[in-house]
Nanobody, 123 residues
Framework: QVQLLESGGGLVQAGGSLRLSCAVS????????MGWFRQAPGKEREFVIA????????RYADSVKGRFTISRDNAKNTVYLQMNSLKPDDTALYYC????????????????WGQGTQVTVSS
């Protein structure tokens, strides 16, 4: 069983930065594609970014290209989402998710999910 725990959310002004963390339990962390999704009130959950360490592939939503990056520390079983130049439209509950090897933007292909961390960007 894999468990994910996000942290690092909060309130930030537009143009500011935040770094989210996702701690992952399990001994095969490096084999998982790690993704971040978000869900704003009244909207569907949407893909943000994902990374496969084994393939070196990173995929981005167009809305975050050039502003968000993903990194991972396999020794610490932790994945990070660095968010820069934040906009009010980035306000959402951010979820960390894990998919076995597959690099995908499709949330239904992710096997494990965290509880989410709230990011609020004020204008």
């Amino acid at each position: 069983q894999v468990q994910l725990l996000e942290s690092g959310g909060g309130l930030v002004q537009a143009g500011g930065s935040l770094r989210l963390s996702c701690a992952v339990s399990g001994r095969t962390f490096s084999s998982y594609t790690m993704g971040w999704f978000r869900q704003a009130p009244g909207k569907e959950r949407e893909f943000v970014i994902a990374n496969s360490w084994s393939s070196g592939i990173t995929r981005y939503a167009d809305s975050v290209k050039g502003r968000f990056t993903i990194s991972r520390d396999n020794a610490k079983n932790t994945v990070y989402l660095q968010m820069n130049s934040l906009k009010p439209d980035d306000t959402a509950l951010y979820y960390c998710a894990a998919a076995w090897r597959l690099v995908t933007t499709n949330s239904s292909r992710y096997d494990y999910w965290g509880q989410g961390t709230q990011v609020t960007v004020s204008s």
